[in-house]
């Protein structure tokens, strides 16, 4: 079976007990669609278990691009010293991550070797912006946040990095004719609101696109689609 998850923020003990709920196997593969860190307290151990399964598939968040650009700076070793040398645009960025619920994932990744940090910083680097699966007679293309300045006929790869990062689709938006988007950074229970319905923290639908942020950073669900055959299931 073929899954899709995102937005799991550290959310270690929520991945772990899906997994054992989908009693996953090596002939499963799970599609995870960014925003791994951050917020929660185990994005650092999440990814360190995300490498060692070659069938769990990780898309890029806004999250793990912030934390490659802080990385590369920090490699060498994360010090309240190296941190107080850090220029202008660098204190700027790294602001910008602690704002947004790096503090955890910087204390993780303080803990590390040099070693392990310049294995994660190379996971971080290889993410793909976006896959395209086809899956129970259809196709799906997965990102994590959506699909900016959108026009049907656009190659995936005439995208910008931002376009596939920090949009925020309407929920009545139209896209794709023959295939389905999938998205997360957009918790669920804003877009049921503003659709008018009462907000829910469950897998939200609308013609062919498919939000499954379910508020697991915020206190909601771990949301799963299984793309072979459109269920849902939730830690």
Not at 35 to 46: E, H, M, Q
Request: proline share 5%.
């Amino acid at each position: 079976m073929v899954y899709c998850i995102s937005d799991l923020h550290g959310d270690y003990f929520k991945y772990r007990a899906l997994l054992e709920n989908l009693s996953f196997q090596s002939r499963d593969t799970l599609y995870v669609l960014g925003d791994v860190i951050d917020r929660g307290p185990d994005g650092v151990r999440l990814l360190q278990d995300m490498m060692a399964r070659p069938n769990v598939v990780p898309i890029l968040g806004n999250h793990e691009l912030t934390a490659a650009i802080c990385l590369r700076w920090l490699l060498e070793e994360i010090t309240e010293a190296r941190l107080a040398a850090l220029g202008t645009e660098q204190l700027a960025v790294y602001q910008n991550w602690m704002r947004n619920g790096g503090e955890p994932t910087l204390r993780a990744l303080s803990r590390l070797s040099q070693e392990e940090r310049q294995e994660l910083l190379a996971y971080l680097q290889e993410m793909d912006l976006y896959a395209q699966v086809k899956a129970g007679g259809r196709t799906f293309v997965l990102v994590h946040a959506g699909l900016d300045h959108f026009a049907p006929d656009k190659a995936l790869e005439d995208y910008e990095l931002e376009d596939f990062l920090f949009c925020r689709p309407r929920p009545d938006a139209v896209f794709y004719p023959d295939r389905f988007l999938v998205y997360g950074h957009t918790p669920t229970r804003l877009l049921h609101r503003q659709m008018g319905n009462p907000p829910s923290d469950t897998i939200f639908r609308h013609g062919n696109q498919i939000a499954i942020d379910c508020g697991c950073g915020h206190g909601g669900k771990l949301g799963c689609l299984c793309l072979e055959t459109l269920e849902e299931c939730y830690v």
